[in-house]
């Protein structure tokens, strides 16, 4: 069975960090890319960086780009999202995805952040 559970997340003030946890199973972590998303109330569901664990590559949104940071360790089967210099902007619901097959599409149950002001 496969599964996602996200940790991590909080509140915070502007400016301070948080590291969100993707802890998998159930599939073969090296050979897939994982995602964070997040949701804001109100809003779609946007995706905030991706990790390959075949090449190492990873990618992020503009909004990430500079403050965020995604790692994988493989020892753990656990994906890592660094998030500094957070912003009240950035408060949402921060979920971690894994897509097996165009109709298999996983996600975890989510983990909130708020950053206040």
């Known amino acids: 069975e496969v599964q996602l559970v996200e940790s991590g997340g909080g509140s915070v003030q502007a400016g301070g960090s948080l590291r969100l946890s993707c802890a998998t199973s159930?599939?073969?972590?090296?050979?897939?890319?994982i995602a964070w998303f997040r949701q804001a109330p109100g809003k779609e569901r946007e995706g905030v960086a991706c990790i390959s664990n075949i090449d190492r590559r990873s990618d992020y949104a503009d909004s990430a780009k500079g403050r965020f940071t995604i790692s994988s360790d493989f020892a753990m089967n656990t994906v890592y999202l660094q998030m500094n210099g957070l912003k009240p902007e950035d408060t949402a619901v921060y979920y971690c995805?894994?897509?097996?097959?165009?109709?298999?599409?996983?996600w975890g149950q989510g983990t909130q952040v708020t950053v206040s002001s």
């Open positions: 159930g599939f073969a972590f090296e050979d897939y890319s």
């Open positions: 995805n894994y897509i097996a097959t165009i109709t298999q599409i996983y």
